[in-house]
Structure formats: C-alpha cells, structure tokens
C-alpha cells in the first residue's frame, strides 16, 4: 500500500481509498493502466505503422532504371517459374506462358523494325529479358526429363535478384 495525493485537494491518501478522506472526490484507478499503455502502447504502436509503412513501399518499389511493365512482366515470369518448378504446371505450360512474356517484352523494348528502344538500353531491362530466356530454354532442354534442372532455379534466382535492386 503505497500513498499518493489526491488530485483535488492534494492530501496524501491510500491508494486503495475510493474516495478522498479529506474532500470526498471519487479516486481513479485507471491512472496506472492509461500510464502504461501512453509509455509503452504508443511507442509501439508508432514502430508498428513504420513497419507496416515501409513494407508497403517495399513491395511496390520497382527498382531505378526499369520500367513498370518490365517489372510487372518480371514478377508474372517469377509466378510461372516457381509454379513449373513446384510442378504445379507443365512443362509446356510454363514455356507458352513465359513465351508470351518475351513477346510483350519484345513489344516494350524493340520498334516494328527491330530496333532496339531506349528501354532496352537500360541493364535491368535486358536482365529481365535474358534471365526469361534462359528459363524457356532450360524449360525447353529439361522438359524431356523428370527432374527439373538447376540451370532454371539460377535464371529464375537471377530475375528476382534483378527485381529487387534498388539504387542506395
């Protein structure tokens, strides 16, 4: 039993009194609760909306210098792979699926002659592409096999590497 003043009057009173002696004013017994939670609820609380901020910007961030088609190609390529690589689609499937993919890439980065644009130039553009490439031909060699080749885990490693740079 401790004793603490009262807030009214300011005599010194138990603790554990529901009224005041001195003045009769009800004593609160929810200042200790509100206390803690405005010491450790709201610092938390602000940690919290940080985290869940900064994930969200996180995981729509593109990285500098590619384009947002490139990217939402990318991360379309990185769904098919993973689904042909956990066999939840075949072999077949995934190629015309990510043959697809190349041609729209194909569109965003070359001209109807078959220049180059400016967007192919840029270096993650063109990882994107290749690491694609990599993984329908993989896709191509290994179909005829049962187990599923390392060579397409690395470009489908690579892609989503290429996926998450950001410039520092």
């Known amino acids: 039993m401790a004793l603490i003043k009262c807030s009214e009057c300011g005599s010194e009173i138990s603790d554990q009194a529901n009224t005041c002696p001195n003045c009769g004013i009800k004593i ?9 939670f405005l010491i450790i609820g709201i610092p938390i609380l602000i940690v919290v909306i940080i985290l869940v901020a900064v ?38 499937d995934a190629k015309l699926k990510l043959e697809d993919i190349e041609n729209r ?11 180059p644009t400016d967007s192919l130039n840029s270096s993650l553009n063109l990882s994107i592409r290749m690491g694609i490439s990599s993984i329908v031909t993989n896709i191509v060699i290994n179909s005829s096999t049962p187990s599923i080749g390392s060579d397409t885990t690395e470009s489908r490693n690579s892609i989503a590497k290429t996926l998450n740079k950001r410039e520092r």
């Open 28 to 36: 609160r017994k929810d200042n200790k609760k509100v206390e803690k």
């Open 55 to 92: 994930s969200i910007y996180g995981a729509n961030a593109k990285p500098n210098g590619m384009d947002k088609d490139t990217y939402n190609l990318g991360i379309s390529a990185l769904a098919i792979t993973d689904d042909y690589l956990d066999a939840k689609i075949s072999s077949k």
């Open 105 to 115: 890439l194909d569109q965003l980065h070359f001209t109807s002659k078959g220049e």
